[in-house]
């Protein structure tokens, strides 16, 4: 929709065509943005300032993003004593007829818990197997997801002193209906012996279970039982659909592993890098005790950065400094942490000749990962022993390896730090209407110095986020414009946590939803798609006139498509407010045309609405094209924005209007 007014001589009169996507009611308040996109006034975001942040916390790796299908795969969940609890390992069949313990003979020497299952009864004699035969079911991470057509691999350890015959199957929920089966039959196996077997699904369930079922008396070990897909990402092991929405973001950088995952509650339950590289079956795994789960740790220190470079993204280690939630060891004893932080810097950028490069190559990847940012340790400012044992670790690394950016966890935004850092780590989690105030944050940080890495930050107050709402993510846009227009002093910001398996909620809201099946976005994963194209763009210089300024806020990028090899002027609103605006703009220092300009919306019925599996694109972007009557001098327009809503305009400059540096 196009409106003409008269005292529109110079400016470029535009409605864009909102109402066509969303009912528009009369417009209540009214703004004006001079945009100065002279050669002078610009400046370079860095082009690392939007990426993701990854946390093993809601069953985001383990049950979600690493494809592994078998919890508990190798029976160390319960700890190392036994007999142990093997959860979520079911019992298949009356208790008279078989018994299930674990002992520790297993031929992995970090894993020595195995499961042993002894049978009474048979195919014959005076104890009958039931039909089927009895044994031992595995339903995954709340069901496994099992589809017609796929290939699925089943690895397995197992020893037994009399011949076997053993029925694998993926059946669903109850076992009534079958949807691939091997035989396994073996006449010696009394050493432990690795099996691999492929199945073909003839049905799609996505709440199935893995069985392993005899009909023939006598003990048989089992150890290490996976179930992969076989069509996950590159083969790398990474759930397609997950590694998707992930990809559809564009990071810049991945932070990884955590979080609080990396401290621990306790010491002995911290990230031992160490422990997460090497064949799968001989990583021991550990009790996450922050978020009371284990994990196998098949999602590891290799895999981490082989995601990175997966996803173009630079890789971001954070590493456990000798510090817990509940403990901290001594700054005269920690060399020996000090030195295993080393030897992992040493694994992802050494040379494949040195010690823990050639484990790298060993392991697949000889060239060395481009690993330029660590962070020593998580949230532990306020401890004791920080800042004693962060100069330790800085000292070491710095010598070591002086091109790695160091990241500390103290706040620089208000006052400068007392100790040596390339960067500082700012968490904020918060109500909408503090989110959406924090536009301003670094408003006045000093410019010289560390720069900021927002690592964290998410609107968290259940009456305003719920599960994931539109008014959440529309003050966290608020507050990213704000980072863009600080972009000088910020140099990198991720929304956490990334993903939550709906039946392991620890923590609200999340950006990505799965179960094992289903994926869907919330609106604050949404608003991150509007903010890729800002790393590396050129910031124009904006001022904003509003009636009522307190709910409006705006910026202005020019950036190149690399699809059509053009520069876009890409303006940004956040309406915070429940009344529309019109919003006149005008534009100083590059022209614009409409041809192939477009017009992207997230906005909802209600600022509350929330996406769902049923609804997944209840609350998403709308994109449409802008069309408008164009002045000669292509100096400016209006636009309406509807309330509560974020709303991206990408125009078309002229090429003589372009400048050098843009990216």
């Known amino acids: 929709m196009v409106s003409r007014r008269g005292s529109c001589s110079v400016l470029v009169c535009i409605l864009v065509g909102l109402c066509a996507f969303y009912p528009c009611s009369g ?22 300032l939007f990426g993701i942040f990854f946390e093993e916390i809601n069953h985001a790796g383990a049950g979600g993003l690493w494809a592994e299908l078998v919890d508990n795969r190798g029976f160390e969940a319960g700890g190392q004593a036994t007999p142990s609890d093997i959860a979520p390992w079911f019992i298949l069949g009356d208790e008279s007829l078989l018994v299930l313990s674990t002992d520790r003979s297993s031929c992995f020497e970090r894993n020595k818990v195995a499961l042993r299952m002894e049978v009474f009864c048979g195919s014959k004699g005076s104890m009958i197997c039931p039909d089927g035969g009895v044994g031992v079911y595995n339903p995954g991470f709340w069901g496994m997801n099992i589809e017609q057509g796929m290939n699925y691999k089943l690895i397995l350890y197992l020893r037994s002193y ?20 091997v035989n396994i ?16 699904a003839k049905a799609t369930n996505p709440n199935s279970r893995l069985q392993l079922t005899t009909t023939q008396a006598g003990v048989i070990w089992f150890d290490q039982v996976s179930l992969m897909p076989v069509d996950t990402y590159k083969g790398y092991g990474f759930r397609n659909d997950l590694f998707k929405m992930l990809a559809d973001i564009k990071p810049a950088f991945l932070r990884f592993p955590g979080g609080c995952f990396i401290e621990g509650n306790r010491l002995p339950n911290a990230v031992r890098w160490k422990d997460t590289i090497g064949p799968w079956e001989e990583r021991p795994g550990h009790y996450g005790d922050v978020w009371d789960y284990w994990t196998d740790d098949g999602l590891g220190h290799l895999e981490f950065l082989q995601l990175a470079e997966d996803l173009g993204a630079l890789p971001i280690w954070v590493f456990n400094n000798a510090i817990s939630l509940h403990g901290e060891v001594n700054m005269s004893i920690i060399l020996p942490f000090i030195h295993e932080i080393l030897d992992g810097l ?32 998580n949230e ?4 004791k022993s920080y800042r004693g044992n962060y100069l330790r670790f800085y000292d070491a690394i710095k010598h070591y390896y002086p091109d790695i950016q160091i990241i500390s966890n103290c706040d620089g935004s208000s006052q400068k730090l007392d100790h040596p850092a390339d960067m500082y780590d700012y968490h ?39 599960t994931g709402s539109l008014l959440a993510a529309l003050a966290e846009a608020g507050f990213l414009l704000g980072l863009e227009r600080n972009s000088d002093v910020v140099e990198m910001a991720s929304y956490a946590p990334l993903f939550v398996n709906t039946h392991n909620r620890r923590w609200n809201p999340d950006a990505i939803v799965f179960n094992s099946a289903q994926v869907y976005g919330t609106p604050s994963y949404w608003m991150q798609q509007f903010f890729i194209e800002s790393n590396g763009a050129s910031l124009l210089n904006t001022t904003l006139q509003a009636s009522s300024t307190t709910s409006v806020l705006a910026s202005a990028i020019i950036w190149k498509n690399t699809d059509d090899a053009k520069y876009y002027l ?8 429940s009344s529309t605006v019109s919003m006149k703009i005008s ?29 997944p694109a209840k609350v998403a972007p709308t994109k449409g094209p802008l069309t408008a009557d164009v002045e000669a001098d292509g100096t400016g327009m209006v636009v309406t924005l509807s309330q509560h809503s974020l709303t991206s305009i990408d125009v078309l400059t002229y090429s003589d209007s372009l400048y050098a540096g843009t990216s």
């Open 185 to 200: 039959i073996a006449s010696s196996v009394s050493n432990w012996t690795r099996m691999e077997f492929l199945f073909a």
């Open 346 to 377: 040493e694994f992802a950028k050494g040379d494949a000749s040195s010690t823990w490069g050639s484990v790298r190559a060993s392991l697949g990847h000889p060239e060395p990962f481009d690993l330029r940012y660590v962070a020593i340790g």
């Open 587 to 615: 534009i100083n220092g590059v022209k614009i045309n409409t041809k192939s300009s477009t017009v992207t919306i997230l906005t909802s019925n209600n600022v509350l609405d929330e996406n769902s599996f049923d609804k």
């Open 380 to 383: 532990e400012c306020q401890m």
């Open 570 to 577: 890409r303006l940004k609103f956040v309406n915070f407010g």
């Open 428 to 466: 904020i989690y918060t109500d909408a209407n503090t989110m959406f105030s924090k536009y301003h944050a670094f408003d006045y940080s000093a410019r010289d110095g560390p720069k900021a890495f927002v690592s964290e930050y998410a609107v968290t107050k259940k009456e305003d986020a719920g």
């Open 27 to 48: 417009t209540d308040v009214t703004a004006q943005l001079f945009v100065n996109a002279t050669k002078e006034s610009t400046k370079t975001i860095p082009d690392t």
């Open 162 to 181: 009399n011949p076997i015959n053993v029925s694998a199957s993926l059946t669903d929920s109850t076992g009534s209906q079958t949807l691939a089966t």
